[in-house]
Structure formats: structure tokens, C-alpha cells
């Protein structure tokens, strides 16, 4: 039975928070059992919270509240490593005989470039900004690694800056691979760092097609800045279909799923 007085709303505020800083991540299905009220009730607690700044709201439930913060690669990699092993390996498979590759930084595309340099290819040159996919795949066979100039960003290998973006102007991509760090059903794909959307705005006008990879925690999530509208066509590669939501939208859209 749902409970309207405002003391009451505090208390349990207060309890949502707490389990919030001892968890990182809290459930609408499990929280509203544990109180005694109702899914839309918690709802609506998390939606006050959000609006305090005290916690974020994501596809079913709710996390910290980090602004403009991704953590470091090492720590990302660990975090679904066996869904980014069966994502890394769907989506190495597009990459085809003679084909001109862009792939970018983060913890989904290294698990993509550790997938492709285990295959068989020929005449293919993978353009990347990541120092840790270069490592991976400079001694492939049949492959070229092509490294963007800029500045290296520490906390994940990363390179960076408008002589990155410059760079990569220059080329027209056969495919480009690439991460994200959220999406959105108001905002669409989103990331936190300016450096990376820019690239990916840019690599998405000189190659087709772009290919998303991502797992599933990002549905549901939101970043602090919008990369590509959820009505861009693309294909995204993910570790099983996201929710039913997403699903409709990206119907629409024409936005392919392959898992």
C-alpha cells in the first residue's frame, strides 16, 4: 500500500540513498517490494532525488550521480568482460577483406580489436585513436594500423584533440567501429567527454556504415552530451536485445540490432 505523508516520503528517501551509496545502483522492481509501495511511487522518489542532484536515473532504477565522469579503461574492461569478449567477436566479423577501418578508444572496441587480430584478414587498414587497439593489432596479419596524431589522454590510452578530429576529416571509412557511453530514449547516444562525441560526429559523416558497440547497461543511461539523435541510422552490436522501448524506437529509426 503506497504511503503519501511527507514524513513518510522522507524516510524512506533517506533509505533509498543509503542503499544507493552501499550498492551504486538501485532496482524500481526491487526497491517498491522492500518498502511497501507501489513501482510508481519509487518512480517518482527517484525523480525527486534526481532533481536534488543526490542520484541519476537510468533504465529501471537509478545510479550515483557522476557528472562528466567516465572511469578509467582498466576499470571499464572489467565490467561485463564476458559480454564485451561475445560483442568483440559479432562485430570483428564485419570487418572484411580490403576494407578501410576506423575503430576508436574504450573498453568495447579493444574487445573488438582483440577479436580481430585472432582472424585471418587481408589488405586492411584500421585507422584508431587508441594506443591500446595499435598495440593490439600492430603485428596482425594482413592488417595496416593507421595512428591518429594528438594529445594522449591518461586515463585510457586515448588520442585526442582537433589534430585528431583534422586527421580523420582526411579519410572516407569502408566501416568505423566505435564505442558510446550511454543511451537515452529523450537524448539518444551520449558520452561525457567532448573530445570523443566530436570525433564520433565526424567519423559517422565519412563512414558507412557506423557500427555501435556496446553492452547493455548502457540502455537506459544518460550522459552529459549528445552525440548521435536516436533517429540516425546505424547498426549497434550488443550482448542481447535491449529493452522493449529502445527496441520500438530504433524499429523506427532504422537502426539494426545484431547480438
Same mark, same amino acid.
Given at each position: +500500500?503506497?504511503? !503519501? ?7 524512506? !528517501?533517506?533509505?533509498?540513498?543509503? &542503499?544507493?551509496?552501499? /550498492?551504486?545502483?538501485?532496482?524500481? *522492481?526491487?526497491? @517498491? ?5 507501489? &513501482? ?32 578509467? $579503461? ?10 564485451? $569478449?561475445?560483442?568483440? =567477436? $559479432? ?11 576506423? +575503430?576508436?578508444?574504450? /573498453? ?5 580489436? =582483440?577479436?580481430?587480430?585472432?582472424? %585471418? ?19 596482425? @596479419? ?8 594528438? +594529445?594522449?589522454? &591518461? ?15 582526411? #579519410?572516407? #571509412?569502408?566501416?568505423? $567501429? ?8 529523450? #537524448?539518444?547516444? +551520449? ?12 567519423? @559517422?559523416?565519412?563512414? =558507412? ?9 548502457? #540502455? ?6 549528445? %552525440?548521435?539523435?536516436?533517429? !540516425? ?15 520500438? *524506437? ?10
Amino acid at each position: +500500500m503506497d504511503q !503519501h505523508l511527507p514524513a513518510l516520503s522522507v524516510i524512506r !528517501h533517506e533509505s533509498i540513498l543509503r &542503499e544507493l551509496e552501499a /550498492s551504486g545502483r538501485l532496482r524500481v *522492481r526491487v526497491l @517498491a517490494p522492500a518498502f511497501g509501495v507501489s &513501482e510508481e511511487t519509487i518512480r517518482r522518489d527517484l525523480s525527486e532525488l534526481e532533481g536534488q542532484g543526490l542520484l541519476r536515473r537510468v533504465h529501471g532504477g537509478a545510479v550515483r550521480h557522476e557528472v562528466d565522469r567516465e572511469q578509467p $579503461i582498466l576499470e571499464r574492461s572489467r565490467v561485463k568482460a564476458r559480454e564485451k $569478449i561475445h560483442i568483440g =567477436q $559479432i562485430a570483428a566479423d564485419l570487418v572484411k577483406d580490403g576494407m578501410s577501418v576506423f +575503430m576508436d578508444t574504450g /573498453s568495447t572496441p579493444v574487445a573488438v580489436a =582483440q577479436a580481430l587480430a585472432k582472424r %585471418t584478414v587481408a589488405n586492411v587498414t584500421v585507422t584508431t585513436n587508441s594506443l591500446d587497439i595499435g598495440k593490439i593489432l600492430a603485428h596482425t @596479419a594482413g592488417l595496416r594500423v593507421r595512428m591518429t596524431p594528438g +594529445m594522449l589522454r &591518461e586515463n585510457d590510452n586515448a588520442i585526442v584533440g582537433h589534430e585528431t578530429c583534422d586527421y580523420v576529416r582526411r #579519410f572516407a #571509412f569502408d566501416l568505423s $567501429i566505435v564505442g558510446i557511453a550511454a543511451c537515452d530514449l529523450e #537524448f539518444g547516444w +551520449m558520452d561525457y567527454s567532448q573530445d570523443e562525441s566530436d570525433l564520433r560526429r565526424i567519423v @559517422a559523416a565519412n563512414a =558507412q556504415p557506423v557500427v555501435i558497440v556496446c553492452d547493455d547497461s548502457k #540502455f537506459g543511461r544518460r550522459a552529459s552530451i549528445i %552525440t548521435y539523435p536516436l533517429d !540516425h541510422a546505424l547498426t549497434v552490436v550488443t550482448n542481447k536485445p535491449p529493452p522493449a522501448e529502445f527496441l520500438q *524506437r530504433f524499429d523506427r529509426s532504422g537502426i539494426a540490432i545484431r547480438t
